[in-house]
T-cell receptor, first 112, second 114 residues
Framework: DAGVIQSPRHEVTEMGQEVTLRCKPISGHDYLFWYRQTMMRGLELLIYFNNNVPIDDSGMPEDRFSAKMPNASFSTLKIQPSEPRDSAVYFC??????????FGPGTRLTVL | EDKVVQSPLSLVVHEGDTVTLNCSYEVTNFRSLLWYKQEKKAPTFLFMLTSSGIEKKSGRLSSILDKKELFSILNITATQTGDSAVYLCAVEARAGGGADGLTFGKGTHLIIQP
């Protein structure tokens, strides 16, 4: 069974540009999480969904960040406009009924 | 605010040594504590602990949870160079059922020297 799939794996963009990160959870999982990892702050929860509905977005740093889950097999995290301090590795994770969270390979974002 | 503190932040030992990694936490409505191993990619799951005093074991790795004192330890015996990684501790809270996001510690960077 395929694990969590994320794309792109690497993204380099210039400040002010829009960035869209994509995630496909494990088939059948009903929870999807977006995390961000930096050296300074470690792994932080940004937002999570249950059955495609956003449950907690209190970790989203500011209005420049938005996330959607239009169906059970796809989610996006968008940053508009991007800033250099958004540079990080963004992970998506999924779980079934709140069991173990399985992480995708991450997207390494660099904003110049 | 939920909080997870891991110690030590980094540890260098020789192959064959035994190591103990520590994790203390403060969380409202505790549901579970998880250990992950992170090499250069995504965190990979090691253990999920929900009950005090019950040791979880997988090969040379073992972990136990103390819900009264709010901490967990991860033991690795007969360490190998392949055990070199960042070990992350995370806690999950649950308010009223269902899953919740994980709160992670900063991790312990473990280096095993040959």
């Amino acid at each position: 069974d395929a694990g969590v799939i994320q794309s792109p794996r690497h993204e380099v963009t210039e400040m002010g540009q829009e960035v869209t990160l994509r995630c496909k959870p494990i088939s059948g999982h009903d929870y999807l999480f977006w995390y961000r990892q930096t050296m300074m702050r470690g792994l932080e929860l940004l937002i999570y969904f249950n059955n495609n509905v956003p449950i907690d977005d209190s970790g989203m740093p500011e209005d420049r960040f938005s996330a959607k889950m239009p169906n059970a097999s796809f989610s996006t995290l968008k940053i508009q406009p991007s800033e250099p301090r958004d540079s990080a590795v963004y992970f998506c994770a999924s779980t079934l009924h709140g069991d173990t969270q399985y992480f995708g390979p991450g997207t390494r974002l660099t904003v110049l | 605010e939920d909080k997870v503190v891991q110690s030590p932040l980094s540890l260098v030992v020789h192959e064959g040594d035994t190591v103990t990694l520590n994790c203390s936490y403060e969380v409202t409505n505790f549901r579970s504590l998880l250990w992950y191993k992170q090499e250069k990619k995504a965190p990979t799951f090691l253990f999920m602990l929900t009950s005090s005093g019950i040791e979880k074991k997988s090969g040379r790795l073992s972990s136990i949870l103390d819900k009264k004192e709010l901490f967990s330890i991860l033991n690795i015996t007969a360490t190998q160079t392949g055990d070199s990684a960042v070990y992350l501790c995370a806690v999950e809270a649950r308010a009223g059922g269902g899953a919740d996001g994980l709160t992670f510690g900063k991790g312990t960077h473990l280096i095993i020297q040959p």
